[in-house]
């Protein structure tokens, strides 16, 4: 597949995005790291990178995500076109949050923007973030050290994650979705309602749809070779296609959106919890082991360790 070449992100947003941005700053941050070294530490072998995303330009970026320049560029972007304010966005995922999380997954997460603030969060929670690129998995990993957060990063796919069934009270995906296929979408909601205890929740912040398709000439000026596809699409139907109840969708300032979902509990679940709650107490341990979690019960029942 021939890389997207995008004219209107090299005459228009990459120059004004320079302008705004410390590059020598982000050059320094760059040549700090020994990207090769610390992305093989992180790199798993059983990993297969999908053609759809190793043969695409992102950002400007040539190679996309499994280019160190796009791990260390995202984050100073980011700050500027993710309006009104990045923080603010990605605080609307964190207040959509519904359940008591004690294991909480981040999809696609990227340089770790949205992991760390669920850890800030929910500081007692397992947090694990999850993503194709090891080279942004060693950018989250150094914001985490810097901000003193104990989160687990994983290289992944997260179409088959290889957790095990239930092994999540919180699902998240942040400003994934607009950068995959429909098809791929529609495998990582299956796959995070797999991974989900009943009653575990699953949200997801990214474009706003409806005004993605209402003003197309937006989607030219980022480059992004799969946002037309994502802007035609309806991700709360999507949601519930796989199983998912209680499906909401939130607009966020206009040009984003938060969907949340609960994967239900059948009566089965419902007295099973109950026998957890009268025998069984429950204690989390401080490590994860070969991503053998331990079953929890759903996180709606307010179970404590």
Same mark, same amino acid.
């Given at each position: 597949?021939?890389?997207?070449?995008?004219?209107?992100?090299?005459?228009?947003?990459?120059?004004?995005?320079?302008?705004?941005?410390?590059?020598?700053?982000?050059?320094?941050?760059?040549?700090?790291?020994?990207?090769?070294?610390?992305?093989?530490?992180?790199?798993?072998?059983?990993?297969?990178?999908?053609?759809?995303?190793?043969?695409?330009?992102?950002?400007?970026?040539?190679?996309?995500?499994?280019?160190?320049?796009?791990?260390?560029?995202?984050?100073?972007?980011?700050?500027?076109?993710? #309006?009104?304010?990045?923080?603010?966005?990605?605080?609307?995922?964190?207040?959509?949050?519904?359940?008591?999380?004690?294991? +909480?997954?981040?999809?696609?997460?990227?340089?770790?923007?949205?992991?760390?603030?669920?850890?800030?969060?929910?500081?007692?929670?397992?947090? +694990?973030?999850?993503?194709?690129?090891?080279?942004?998995?060693?950018?989250?990993?150094?914001?985490?050290?810097?901000?003193?957060?104990?989160?687990?990063?994983?290289?992944?796919?997260?179409?088959?994650?290889?957790?095990?069934?239930?092994?999540?009270?919180?699902?998240?995906? $942040?400003?994934?979705?607009?950068?995959?296929?429909?098809?791929?979408?529609?495998? +990582?909601?299956?796959? $995070?309602?797999?991974? #989900?205890?009943?009653?575990?929740?699953?949200?997801? #912040?990214?474009? &706003?749809?409806?005004?993605?398709?209402?003003?197309?000439?937006?989607?030219?000026?980022?480059?992004?070779?799969?946002?037309?596809?994502?802007?035609?699409?309806?991700?709360?139907? !999507? +949601? $519930?296609?796989?199983?998912?109840?209680?499906?909401?969708?939130?607009?966020?300032?206009?040009?984003?959106?938060? &969907?949340?979902?609960?994967?239900?509990?059948?009566?089965?679940?419902?007295?099973?919890?109950?026998?957890?709650?009268?025998? !069984?107490?429950?204690?989390?341990?401080?490590?994860?082991?070969?991503?053998?979690?331990?079953?929890?019960? $759903?996180?709606?029942?307010?179970?404590?360790?």
């Amino acid at each position: 597949m021939a890389v997207h070449q995008n004219p209107m992100w090299e005459n228009f947003l990459s120059p004004m995005v320079r302008f705004l941005i410390d590059e020598e700053k982000w050059r320094r941050y760059a040549d700090s790291i020994d990207w090769e070294k610390q992305s093989d530490r992180l790199r798993q072998p059983d990993v297969i990178i999908p053609s759809y995303y190793d043969s695409q330009n992102f950002h400007g970026v040539e190679g996309g995500y499994l280019n160190p320049q796009a791990a260390v560029s995202y984050d100073p972007i980011t700050q500027y076109v993710l #309006l009104p304010n990045e923080t603010v966005v990605r605080q609307a995922l964190i207040d959509a949050v519904k359940v008591q999380p004690r294991r +909480i997954l981040d999809l696609g997460c990227g340089t770790g923007s949205t992991t760390l603030m669920l850890k800030q969060a929910f500081p007692q929670a397992e947090v +694990i973030g999850l993503d194709l690129s090891p080279y942004m998995l060693v950018r989250a990993e150094d914001k985490a050290r810097r901000a003193g957060l104990d989160i687990r990063w994983r290289h992944g796919n997260a179409e088959k994650t290889n957790f095990r069934d239930g092994a999540f009270d919180l699902v998240t995906a $942040s400003l994934l979705f607009h950068e995959i296929p429909s098809v791929v979408c529609q495998a +990582i909601l299956r796959e $995070s309602f797999r991974l #989900l205890v009943a009653g575990g929740q699953i949200l997801v #912040l990214d474009g &706003n749809q409806k005004t993605l398709h209402q003003l197309d000439w937006l989607n030219d000026i980022f480059e992004e070779p799969y946002i037309r596809e994502y802007a035609a699409g309806n991700l709360a139907a !999507n +949601i $519930s296609a796989v199983g998912f109840a209680a499906v909401q969708t939130q607009d966020v300032w206009w040009v984003n959106q938060v &969907n949340s979902g609960v994967k239900p509990i059948s009566s089965t679940d419902v007295n099973a919890q109950k026998k957890v709650q009268q025998y !069984n107490p429950i204690s989390i341990d401080s490590t994860i082991d070969n991503n053998d979690l331990e079953d929890f019960g $759903s996180p709606v029942f307010g179970i404590t360790a």
